[in-house]
């Protein structure tokens, strides 16, 4: 069988392992937006393939409408659309209403507007029922529409992991992606002048107008603050990201001229996720690798106050963290033709490889925890968070792992803070303090002032979600050839000895001791009935106790081998 390659994708796999407790919430029942729920399980609705499902239920193969007068296109993008106050919010709403059928909200309502919000975090599935686009079999259409499915768990008491819908613990991609695309974002505003000065003036001029605001306006101002237009309309998603998006014309020649209209025209309006550049990288769900260490973590917020730390009070968090030497594999797919749409053929350097792209995640986060030691070392007395601050010291002088690699940094989830997670790195000083005020006015305090950390009593310990990226191999041999290397420098159980299956097709398995005075003796391995349960196969590397006894003349003999373990990477 043939088997066609598309040269214009470049995929890789990669290792995460963790240097420090992660933690990454698992969906609440409550939470809605970019969901669809059935009882306890929570469906991740893709951007396109939703949009796809709309059009099609809104035309026919000719661009007709099927049902004269029902536009779901032009409804969904009245329906996603942001308003920058309250008026606009509810007059969004009122459009949508009167277009769908559905009862218009009040403006001088507070409490309707309320629930206009909360209607807004309702989204998809909100529009989806209230229109009942789904039909009879709701479920098997979500599943067509989403892009993963997780486990909704109730926050209540110690928060819970993020879970997958068969109540695996794992790492989204989409948090993985969104961490990327920061450190892509970061790149691309020191490389091009005019982005970063555009950057620059977008954020003055828009301080300007929320600082104009009452409390609460600049509250809700910050909420959303990349994405208000400044005075020429344009908003902070369209001076990068969505800048060189690239019209649905022929790539999407299939559809139609009405579709490619549609697209265009609606779709722009409904979702900017769409349009964003970093649709060229793919990155799918990381899984664990063997036995993660799983661990009660206990987190407080620590600030800075004048030049010493202390706890905030009220703050105690009990979290169900990955611990240290953790590891979780996924897959980054770079769709070069896409890029070539999108930077007219002249792809950046940060983008022509998945190397590429993990050595411009490793400047950007090893640029945030400088800047961390930084914070750090703000306090002439360190006092409790001193252990923090030489942790920090320790990681930037090392650039190697434990296994003599370089180490590329990256950190994901809790604690990541507005360092790693917004472009604070590119602001002054007094525009940090700025911005942080509009959420929470500290005055000419240093911002951010606080830092989520690992606690003892009130010492902090350790920061939260630092890791390392191991790039594998561009398929899942290689991937095996470098697990091969490394499960040979794993040390067996005491009482044991590492051997290699040899012959998985006979029963018991057939197995080659590979230490110790019985080496390269070849016998059969019993205590395992089920190889494949645990993704053992012939060449796997076991840990095995070896079975002797002693002889006539009293040498001892190899009479058996007892399966225990295997060494997880």
Not at 260 to 279: G, P, T, V
Not at 283 to 288: E, G, N, P, Q, S
Not at 326 to 338: E, P, Q, V
Not at 441 to 457: I, K, N, Y
């Amino acid at each position: 069988m043939k088997i066609e390659i598309d040269m214009t994708k470049e995929s890789g796999i990669i290792e995460l392992e963790t240097l420090v407790p992660m933690f990454i919430k698992g969906k609440d029942p409550d939470y809605g937006e970019g969901i669809y729920t059935f009882g306890d399980k929570a469906y991740l609705l893709d951007n396109d393939k939703l949009y796809k499902f709309i059009y099609e239920r809104t035309y026919d193969e000719n661009g007709m409408f099927r049902v004269e007068g029902r536009d779901y296109v032009e409804w969904y993008a009245e329906f996603m659309k942001l308003g920058r106050n309250e008026n606009e919010l509810v007059n969004s709403y009122n459009t949508f209403a009167q277009l769908a059928g559905i009862t218009p909200r009040s403006v001088s309502d507070k409490r309707e507007i309320r629930e206009k919000e909360k209607f807004k975090k309702k989204s998809v599935q909100y529009f989806l029922d209230k229109l009942n686009l789904l039909g009879l079999d709701k479920e098997n259409v979500i599943k067509r529409l989403s892009r993963g499915v997780t486990t909704l768990r109730s926050s209540e008491g110690q928060k819970k992991f993020i879970q997958n819908g068969r109540g695996e613990c794992f790492l989204p991609g989409s948090s993985i992606k969104g961490a990327f695309r920061n450190a892509l974002l970061w790149k691309m505003l020191g490389a091009k002048k005019s982005l970063h000065s555009a950057f620059q003036d977008y954020v003055t001029e828009n301080l300007s107008v929320a600082e104009a605001k009452d409390e609460r306006g600049q509250r809700k101002f910050a909420e959303k603050f990349s994405k208000h237009p400044n005075s020429s309309g344009v908003s902070l998603d369209a001076i990068t990201f969505s800048r060189c998006f690239p019209e649905a014309n022929d790539r999407m020649t299939s559809y139609g001229k009405t579709y490619r209209e549609n697209y265009n025209k609606h779709w722009q309006d409904a979702s900017a996720i769409h349009r964003d550049l970093f649709r060229i990288v793919n990155i799918t769900d990381a899984k664990f690798v063997g036995r993660a260490n799983w661990q009660n973590a206990k987190v407080k917020t620590y600030k800075l106050n004048g030049e010493r730390f202390q706890p905030r009070d009220r703050t105690d968090i009990e979290l169900e963290a990955v611990g240290k030497g953790s590891r979780a594999r996924f897959r980054i797919t770079i769709d070069k033709g896409m890029a070539e749409e999108f930077f007219c053929g002249r792809i950046p350097p940060y983008l022509q490889s998945v190397d590429a792209l993990l050595q411009t995640v490793n400047e950007f986060f090893t640029a945030v925890a400088a800047a961390e030691r930084g914070f750090y070392k703000k306090a002439t007395q360190p006092g409790c968070i001193n252990d923090v601050k030489q942790w920090y010291d320790e990681l930037l002088t090392s650039e190697r792992g434990d296994d003599g690699e370089k180490s590329m940094l990256f950190r994901l989830g809790w604690g990541g803070g507005m360092m790693s997670k917004t472009q604070f790195l590119y602001l002054s000083e007094p525009d940090r303090i700025r911005v942080r005020n509009l959420i929470n006015d500290r005055g000419v305090t240093v911002a951010p002032q606080s830092r989520c950390l690992l606690t003892d009593e009130d010492r902090a310990f350790l920061p939260l979600g630092w890791c390392r990226l191991r790039y594998l191999g561009k398929n899942d041999a290689e991937t095996a050839a470098v697990d091969a290397v490394a499960q040979k420098s794993i040390p067996p159980p005491r009482g044991c000895v590492r051997a290699t299956i040899v012959n998985d097709q006979i029963k018991p398995p057939q197995i080659r001791i590979e230490d110790g005075d019985y080496k390269e003796s070849e016998i059969h391995m019993s205590g395992i009935s089920n190889l494949s349960a645990l993704s053992l196969q012939t060449g796997s590397i076991v840990f095995v106790e070896l079975i002797t006894q002693k002889g006539r003349k009293g040498k001892r003999q190899l009479i058996s081998a007892l399966y225990k373990d295997k060494p997880f990477l």
